[in-house]
Nanobody, 126 residues
Framework: QVQLVESGGELVQAGGSLRLSCAAS????????MGWFRQAPGKEREFVAA????????LNADSVKGRFTISRDNAKNTVYLEMNSLKPEDTAVYSC???????????????????WGQGTQVTVSS
């Protein structure tokens, strides 16, 4: 059974930093691209960042470029999202997702991902 478990979300002041983690089990982690998405109340799910299975490529949404960094440790079956210079508009539930490395569609498409975590709440106060 595949499980993706996020952690690290909390309440932080604007300008602060957080590091989210997503621990994967039940799959061969190194065979999967990993992505982070977020969803704020009343809004659609939004792509945040993705990293390829072999760490050869990363992609960030324009809204987080220069502030967020995605990384992964295949030995630990974990993907991370380092978030700096947080803004109130970053407030959302952040979820990680996994998709098979054979996928050819854009990293930004939620429907291209096979497995999802439950999410972790990030709240940025002004």
């Amino acid at each position: 059974q595949v499980q993706l478990v996020e952690s690290g979300g909390e309440l932080v002041q604007a300008g602060g930093s957080l590091r989210l983690s997503c621990a994967a089990s039940g799959l061969t982690f190194s065979n999967y691209d990993m992505g982070w998405f977020r969803q704020a109340p009343g809004k659609e799910r939004e792509f945040v960042a993705a990293i390829s299975w072999n760490v050869g490529r990363t992609l960030n949404a324009d809204s987080v470029k220069g502030r967020f960094t995605i990384s992964r440790d295949n030995a630990k079956n974990t993907v991370y999202l380092e978030m700096n210079s947080l803004k109130p508009e970053d407030t959302a539930v952040y979820s990680c997702a996994a998709r098979r490395r054979s996928a050819s569609s854009s990293y930004t498409l939620p429907q291209s991902y096979n497995y999802w975590g439950q999410g972790t709440q990030v709240t940025v106060s002004s």
